[in-house]
């Protein structure tokens, strides 16, 4: 059974960082591209990163570019998302989500297994 499960969300001061993880058990990244997004109060889910399957590429929504990192660790089938000089408009509810693919899209559509989510609050 294909499974994910996030984890790392927590309470941090504008300006500070946060690293996520995405756990998953039931498939492999030989096949599936990992998405990252989030879902504010009262707003769309949003698209922020994602890497292909066999690493074979990454994409950054405009709004986290240069501030997010996606990566990998296949030994311990966990994808991170580092999240540096965090702002109180992050606050949100952040998913990682799986998609049978080699390249990796930022749509809902583009992927078929979702986790639970991680609450992320950025206040002072």
């Known amino acids: 059974q294909l499974q994910l499960v996030e984890s790392g969300g927590d309470l941090v001061q504008p300006g500070g960082s946060l690293r996520l993880s995405c756990a998953f058990s039931g498939f492999t990244l030989d096949y599936y591209a990992i998405g990252w997004f989030r879902q504010a109060p009262g707003s769309e889910r949003e698209g922020l990163s994602c890497i292909g399957s066999r690493g074979a590429s990454t994409t950054y929504a405009d709004s986290v570019k240069g501030r997010f990192t996606i990566s990998r660790d296949n030994a311990k089938n966990t994808v991170y998302l580092q999240m540096n000089s965090l702002k109180p408009e992050d606050t949100a509810v952040y998913y990682c989500?799986?998609?049978?693919?080699?390249?990796?899209?930022?749509?809902?559509?583009?992927?078929?297994?979702w986790g639970q989510g991680t609450q992320v609050t950025i206040s002072s």
């Open positions: 989500a799986a998609g049978r693919s080699s390249f990796c899209g930022l749509g809902f559509y583009d992927y078929d297994y």
